[in-house]
């Protein structure tokens, strides 16, 4: 059974530009969670969605944003780069959205 | 300050010696998890708690929702162990905090 997988594994974007991440949940994991580790700190809380609907969001600005598909894999756009936005993304996928989560690799996303 | 505090940050540890890692969180909690992160980033969870204590394998995790507490514990530890451990926790309201890491790295 292949696990959470993420699109693209590494990018490079210059500042202004717009990003599309991609996740793709476990078979039957309907909840999809969104994270952004930047180097040396822990992971921060993006999204959450489940069955489509988003369930939870960070403290992020508006420039991010997401959307879960009816095959509940996810994307994760993000307008306007800035340089701080440089870090790994993590998605990960649950059956309902309350535990039993599963993490995908990450995408390590540049912004030069 | 953060709402989930990790100590120590990080940790040097001798083949075989017991090792703890201690989370304090500050927020109500539905879920606490334990998550282990290798070089390169992937994350791998260990545990979910809510209450009292779960074993696998050479791993425990403890929590005591009172004292808003949760340890992770080690037996017999070994270099493969080496990586990074994060505390998670989850509110009510879908909502994820998650501490900076411990960093441990145990040398043969």
């Known amino acids: 059974d292949a696990g959470v997988t993420q699109s693209p594994t590494h990018l490079i974007k210059t500042r202004g530009q717009h990003v599309t991440l991609r996740c793709s949940p476990i078979s039957g994991h309907k909840s999809v969670s969104w994270y952004q580790q930047v180097l040396g700190q822990g992971p921060q809380f993006i999204f959450q969605?489940?069955?489509?609907?988003?369930?939870g969001r960070g403290n992020f600005p508006d420039r991010f944003s997401a959307r879960q598909f009816p095959n509940y894999s996810s994307e994760l756009n993000v307008n306007a780069l800035l340089l701080g936005d440089s870090a790994l993304y993590l998605c990960?996928?649950?059956?309902?959205?309350?535990?039993?989560?599963?993490f995908g690799s990450g995408t390590r996303l540049t912004v030069v | 300050k953060n709402e989930v505090e990790q100590s120590p940050q990080n940790l040097t540890a001798q083949e075989g010696e017991f090792i703890t890692i201690n989370c304090s969180y500050s927020v109500g909690i539905s879920a606490l998890h334990w998550l282990q992160q290798h070089p390169g980033g992937g994350i791998v969870s260990l545990f979910m708690l809510s209450s009292g204590k779960k074993k696998h394998g050479r791993l425990i995790a403890t929590i005591n929702i009172q004292e808003k507490h949760s340890s992770l514990h080690i037996t017999a530890s070994h270099p493969r162990d080496s990586a990074v451990y994060i505390c998670?926790?989850?509110?009510?309201?879908?909502?994820?905090?998650f501490g900076t890491g411990t960093s441990l790295t145990v040398i043969p």
């Open positions: 998670a926790v989850e509110t009510g309201g879908n909502q994820f905090y």
């Open positions: 990960a996928s649950s059956r309902q959205g309350a535990g039993g989560y599963t």
């Open positions: 969605y489940y069955e489509k609907e988003e369930r």
